[in-house]
């Protein structure tokens, strides 16, 4: 039987065809590794990463069922209806006065005395508002009003005003406590008024300004018919120190999403006629019914902050 041999391939032929062999083997693993690995992309074949969606921004509902109202004076009615004495029926927040219409009966639709509380308290400082959002937690209320910071400003004398950053600091800690206790509750800050335009409106009445030398306000008020220019210069520092407080209050809100701070409790332009005729400082009925009305505007507005 004849045996035909095979041609036989030169070396390097088939030194060649290993090296092509092993070629494709490497480049075939190195694709497979890349479409198991995590960074594998659409193109490849390999699996997108997914990013966690983000969550919405909670609501502002214009109709809370229940208010808890916290702050000073203003916001019990302090000499609107008597001399020395707290006026809660008239307060803009919880009132229950009709000519007034304050927030809870414009608001609370059903029994709105019921559905509000009034935890301000006559003299209180912004470092006494964390007390005051401890005693509303336990209403668990859907709106929180806050009208507070007069106080700070409204001193015997500029010096004796709580310092800017104490202010904001004391603010800081209330949200944080309130924000503890109520997650899901909203909260109106108003700005504290412009007490120098309630000097030029109040200083009218000769009988405000025989008043006011019992020590009212004694950093904004004191000497009301002084217009020499260190008089002027201490009611600039006091205005100044206002306007500051409400920088303060609108830049800690805006942190919150749903926290609204309204200003235009300090631009507002009262006149004599709303400030209460015992003492021409605090709000009388009227003026609770302007707080009431601005307050309202802000809340129920439909629009982000």
């Not at 004076?73 to 001399?83: K, L, P, R």
């Not at 008239?90 to 009709?98: C, E, L, Y």
């Not at 520092?237 to 809100?253: D, F, G, I, Q």
């Not at 005729?277 to 009431?292: I, K, N, S, V």
Request: net charge positive; hydrophobic share 40%; glycine share 6%.
């Amino acid at each position: 039987m004849t045996t035909i041999d095979r041609p036989v391939r030169p070396r390097r032929h088939r030194l060649a065809a290993r090296a092509g062999l092993a070629t494709a083997t490497a480049s075939a693993l190195l694709a497979a590794l890349a479409g198991c690995s995590g960074g594998g992309s659409a193109a490849h074949g390999g699996p997108k990463t997914k990013r966690p969606a983000a969550k919405p921004a909670p609501a502002w509902r214009t109709a809370p069922h229940s208010i808890a109202a916290l702050g000073d004076s203003i916001t019990v009615g302090f000499d609107a209806c008597t001399v020395l004495s707290d006026c809660p029926e008239v307060s803009w927040a919880t009132g229950t006065d009709p000519r007034v219409g304050s927030l809870a009966r414009r608001l609370v639709k059903a029994n709105p005395a019921a559905h509000s509380w009034n935890y301000a308290r006559t003299g209180a400082l912004m470092s006494d508002l964390p007390e005051q959002i401890t005693e509303a937690a336990a209403r668990r209320p859907e709106l929180v009003t806050v009208l507070i910071g007069a106080n700070d400003a409204c001193r015997s004398d500029v010096r004796a005003m709580t310092p800017q950053a104490a202010f904001r600091a004391d603010f800081e800690r209330s949200m944080k406590t309130l924000r503890r206790t109520l997650p899901h509750t909203q909260v109106y800050v108003a700005a504290v008024p412009d007490l120098l335009r309630l000097w030029s409106e109040g200083r009218k009445n000769p009988l405000g300004k025989q008043v006011w030398k019992l020590g009212i306000c004694g950093s904004m008020l004191r000497d009301p018919d002084d217009l020499t220019k260190p008089a002027q210069d201490r009611r600039v520092r006091v205005r100044e120190r206002v306007m500051a407080y409400n920088e303060a209050l609108a830049e800690v809100c805006a942190k919150d999403a749903l926290c609204r701070f309204d200003r235009s409790v300090f631009d507002y332009r009262f006149t004599e006629r709303q400030l209460s005729t015992w003492d021409w400082f605090h709000p009388g009925a009227r003026g609770q019914q302007q707080l009431a009305e601005l307050a309202f505007r802000t809340i129920t507005r439909r629009e982000s902050r």
